[in-house]
């Protein structure tokens, strides 16, 4: 038998898929095969992705909709360490999500753990830009409807942020301009045209 860090290095690879050493304990090599290991991996994957069905409601749903938030559970589960604690799950999800090649699955991330930080007391101000109404988009996540088109000649760009009422607020802003509006990280942004709903995202 293999000394207890071994034991625990070894069932940690298994659960997580990776291979185990060809000269792998007699136990290891045993567990490799059964069933119940399938059943544990299966559990531990049901409860996180429970937890971020719950937890993460804009990013989640936006990967359910497009039928790939149960391989995005597994794969950030075998990739990444994991905490059982969804405070700290939710963020390192929303964190590795934030990297997606989807930008749309990107954007969502970065905007929904951004205000999850806000919520928790988090002091900084955070922007993010979409091509299309963020509002509408979200909304539409939520609600299962059409996405709203982009928009050729502006952007709409969201702050984050414990001084705005509601955490959240939105502003259109010309292409042209965009560039020269992002350097006012420390200004509440001018001209609001709505202030989002955060009532979704969880303390």
């Known amino acids: 038998m293999t000394d207890l860090t071994q034991l625990q290095r070894g069932l940690l690879n298994l659960m997580k898929g990776r291979p185990i050493e060809a000269h792998a304990d007699y136990y290891l090599q045993r ?7 399938l059943l544990a991996k299966e559990i531990a994957l049901w409860w996180r992705a429970f937890g971020l069905e719950t937890y993460c409601i804009f990013t989640s749903r936006l990967l359910n909709r497009l039928g790939i938030f149960d391989q995005a ?30 930008p ?11 205000l999850i930080k806000v919520k928790r007391g988090d002091s900084g101000i955070y922007r993010l830009d979409w091509s299309c109404n963020p509002e509408s988009l979200l909304n539409a996540i939520l609600q299962g409807t059409g996405f709203p088109p982009a928009e050729i000649h502006q952007i709409y760009r969201t702050t984050i942020s414990s001084r705005i009422p509601g955490l959240v ?14 350097s006012r990280v420390g200004r509440a942004p001018s001209n609001t045209v709505s202030c989002m709903d955060s009532r979704h995202v969880k303390d």
């Open 31 to 37: 567990v490799a095969v059964s069933n119940e290991l």
């Open 73 to 102: 559970v597994e794969t950030f589960f075998c990739e990444c360490s994991t905490s059982p604690f969804i405070e700290k799950l939710s963020q390192d999800f929303l964190a590795w999500m934030s990297m997606h090649k989807d």
């Open 104 to 114: 749309l699955v990107a954007s969502v991330a970065r905007f929904e753990r951004a």
């Open 169 to 182: 607020s939105c502003e259109r802003v010309e292409r042209t301009k965009a560039s020269e509006s992002s």
